[in-house]
Structure formats: C-alpha cells, structure tokens
C-alpha cells in the first residue's frame, strides 16, 4: 500500500487541481479564496498568465544551466531589480530554492566573513524567542521556537534568544510604545554583554513577525536601536524576509519602512509567488568584499541555484509588480483589508486584536476580549478554525504557540496582491463566520 507522507498525517485533504486569480479549486469543482496566498507564498495569485508565459518560454529555450558553468541575463537583470530596491548596499545576490536554504546560507555567509577577518571566537547567534527561520538544522538552530527546537536538541549551531517586541503581550501600561521597542531592543545589548559579544556573529530577526506571532511590526525606532547595538559590538544584522518581503508589506523589502541597512537579508516565497521553488540571499559590498579578497570565494552551494527556470518565473513577478502597479495596491487593499475586519470582529468576543502591514495581516483570538486573555495553547483552536474555513472555501492560517512563555492564538492572512473589493468583503465574511466556530 502507497501512502503519501504529508504533514498532518491525519487529515484527509481535498485535492487541488485548478488555480485561477485568488481562487483554488479541488476535484469536485469547489472554489477556495486562497487567503493566506498558501503561506504567504502566492502573491500574484494562481494561473498568471505573464509569469506562465515566461516560465514556458523559459523552458523551450532553456531550462536549467548550472551555475559553475554560466550566468543567465535574466538572473543578471533580477538581481539589479533586487539590489536597486534594497536599502544600503546589500548589493550581491545569492540565488537559492527555498527559505531555509537562505536562511542557511546568510549564517554561513556571516560566519565565512568573521573568518576572514581571523575573528574565529565568533561561533554563536543571537534571534528572538519564539522565531521561526526554516526548517533545516541551521536555521532551526537559530530559531527559537522551543517546540520546534525539542525533538532535534542538542542543535547544530549555538544561539541565543531575547524577546520579541511584541507590544500585544509584553507592553506595560504605563510605557510608551517608543520606550517599549527601546526596551525590547536593549535586551540585545544586555544579552551581548552577557555571553561576551566578541563572540557573536549576528542578530537574525524578521522586520514583520510572520506565522510564529501573526503579522508583528516592531514598535517605531526599534530597529534602528537593534542597528545601533550591532553596529557598536560588530556583529552582523541578518533581516529575514522570507516571508514579509516581496512587496507583502507594501515595499518590496518590508525593512525599508524601517528605515535601517542590514548586512544580509533572506527573501523567497513571494518571489516564486508559487510559479517555482526559488530563494536568494542578498549580502553587502562589506561582507562579499571581505571574502574575495580574503580566500576568494564563498564556501557554499547548491546543485539548483540560480536555476534558470525559476530565475525566469522570479523576474516575470517582480515585473508584474511594475507593470501592474501592485504595491501601492497592496498598501491600498492592506487599509481596506484592515478596516473590513475591524469593522466586523469589532464586538467579536474571542478576537483580541486585528494587526498588520500591507497584505500582512492578522486576527490574534483570546479568550476574553477585554481582558486579553489567552485560550490555553493546547486548545485545538486553530484545526477548528482551519476546518470551518476550508468548509466555507476560505483558505487561511491559523496558528497557535506560545508567545515568550505565554500563550497565544493567531490566524495569519495574507491574500494575492490581485485581491479585489469584493473579493475582501467575501474573505472577511467567510473568516467572520470560521472564527465564530469557536465554542469554549
Ligand atoms: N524564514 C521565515 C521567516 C519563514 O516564514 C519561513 C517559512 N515559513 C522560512 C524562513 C523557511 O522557508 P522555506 O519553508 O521556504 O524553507
């Protein structure tokens, strides 16, 4: 007997077989509103007809090429699009297939400069409590997500964890919200102070908390403080936009609104937009310079990077941002998105809060609207808001963890870029009526 071996092992999943605009069908003909755009992965929608267009034309002339052998113009042309809209001088990109495999290569990176520079002693991380940065061992290592982190302990790489700035759970009433992001950033240097920071390589935090906490932005200037700790100890600031950047905030990378330059930054989901497997990391002129004037060249790589396949998909979405003028209607739909679902959970008792950046948004659920309390964390909350959306035909992404030692609940939406009015108005009405299943 064959079995597929998924990831939940015991839901019986309808299968998909048509994607068209915001819409997933399965095999009896059933539309789903693709609200979470998958994992915040389909942010052109499916069935594109440019990017399918430029895929198989891509295919017909040439499908892959591997790296050691030749460049491609296209990767040449993606990677100016990418490095022209990075702030700073994050200015060599690193063409990979998925996020991890980013986030694997920016710590290898970011330790490969500090041996360069005969900085050996430097051999740990330091990430926020509760983050997620993929799923392989180093980037798992980073993480720190302890349920994640328990069955595979001891990790590959040391880390440390500091709290994430998360006003929603760790405010104090009488702070302003500057002096908490202040406050939450200094944790950072007190940690360094702590473990020695001649010894550390580099923080690594995503600029909007994606699926671990539900669309967090960072309190204003918290970010710039996080630079001025790293710039003051000599530690690298790794931005992991896996999953916030590619325009999902509304700028292409969702740092930029934080007006701050890192060293290396993560990108890939929505630069595949689910057309193609594809990552990239994009490091500054600092660190490639340290390294091909040290031992010349970065010891890493992968068979498929930079495939020219999906380098082609890549360039077809960040050209159909342009032509089709996507990201300030991203900013646009996020205000409109925002507004609807504030509007209707506005009397909701079990939502406590509604939140986010651009198409990045989320419901956070708690048990007690005024008060903020949470359901307790094994609740199965999230399966049952799961179930009753797909029922309704609303894909979305609901999540439960725990937040700094609490707990926590969350549905995470983050719907393609091409969302219309009346396609919001639907998605909240279905999400209106999934989260109203919650019975305890
Ligand atoms: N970093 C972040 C912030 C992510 O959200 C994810 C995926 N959810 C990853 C890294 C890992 O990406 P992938 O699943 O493509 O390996």
Redesign the pocket.
């Known amino acids: 007997m064959h079995h597929i071996f998924q990831r939940h092992c015991h839901s019986e999943l309808p299968i998909a077989v048509k994607g068209e605009g915001v819409y997933i069908y399965d095999q009896t003909g059933k539309s789903y509103l693709d609200a979470s755009g998958g ?1 915040a992965v389909s942010c052109l929608g499916h069935s594109h007809p440019v990017v399918r267009a430029a895929l198989h034309q891509q295919i017909d002339q040439l499908a892959y090429a591997h790296t050691g052998f030749f460049n491609t113009e296209k990767a040449i042309e993606l990677s100016e699009k990418l490095t022209h809209a990075a702030p700073g001088d994050l200015n060599h990109v690193y063409f990979l297939t ?4 980013a ?1 694997e290569s920016a710590l290898k990176l970011a330790r490969q400069y500090f041996v360069e520079k005969g900085e050996l002693q430097r051999s740990q991380f330091i990430s926020r409590k509760q983050s ?4 392989t061992l180093g ?1 798992l290592a980073v993480g720190g997500n302890e349920l994640r982190r328990k069955p595979f302990a001891p990790l590959l790489m040391p880390t440390e964890h500091i709290s994430a700035c998360f006003a929603y759970h760790g405010k104090d009433a009488s702070e302003s919200a500057f002096d908490y992001g202040q406050r939450m950033a200094n944790e950072l240097e007190t940690r360094l102070l702590e473990v020695g920071p001649e010894t550390v390589i580099a923080f690594i935090a ?1 600029p909007v908390v ?2 671990t906490a539900g669309a967090v932005t960072a309190e204003e200037g918290y970010f710039k403080r996080i630079r001025e700790i790293c710039d003051q100890y000599g530690i690298l600031l790794i931005l ?1 936009e ?2 916030c950047g590619m325009g999902r905030t509304g700028t292409l990378f969702a740092h930029e609104q934080e007006d701050i330059q890192a060293d290396i930054v993560t990108i ?2 929505g630069l595949g937009a689910g057309y193609q497997p594809i ?1 990239a990391m994009i490091a500054s002129s600092e660190i490639h310079n340290t390294i091909s004037q040290g031992s010349g060249f970065f010891q890493h790589g992968h068979t498929y990077m930079g495939h020219a396949t999906a380098i082609a998909g890549a360039l077809a979405v960040i050209n159909a941002f342009e032509q089709e003028a996507l990201l300030p209607r991203v900013q646009q739909a996020g205000e409109i998105l925002q507004n609807r679902l504030s509007e209707c959970f506005k009397n909701h008792p079990f939502v406590g809060d509604v939140r986010g950046r651009g198409l990045f948004r989320a419901l956070e659920i708690v048990a007690d609207r005024d008060s903020k309390k949470p359901f307790s964390a094994c609740s199965k909350l999230d399966s049952q808001i799961k179930a009753k959306a797909m029922e309704l035909g609303l894909i979305c992404y609901p999540m439960s963890g725990t937040i700094d030692g609490k707990n926590g609940h969350h549905v995470l939406l983050a719907p393609p870029f091409i969302i219309s009015d009346a396609q919001i108005d639907e998605l909240t009405e279905k999400l209106f009526h999934s989260v109203d299943t919650i019975t305890q």
């Open positions: 994992a998925g996020g991890s495999e986030v997620y940065h993929g799923n980037a995503e994606g699926a992991d896996v999953m890939a989901k990552g």
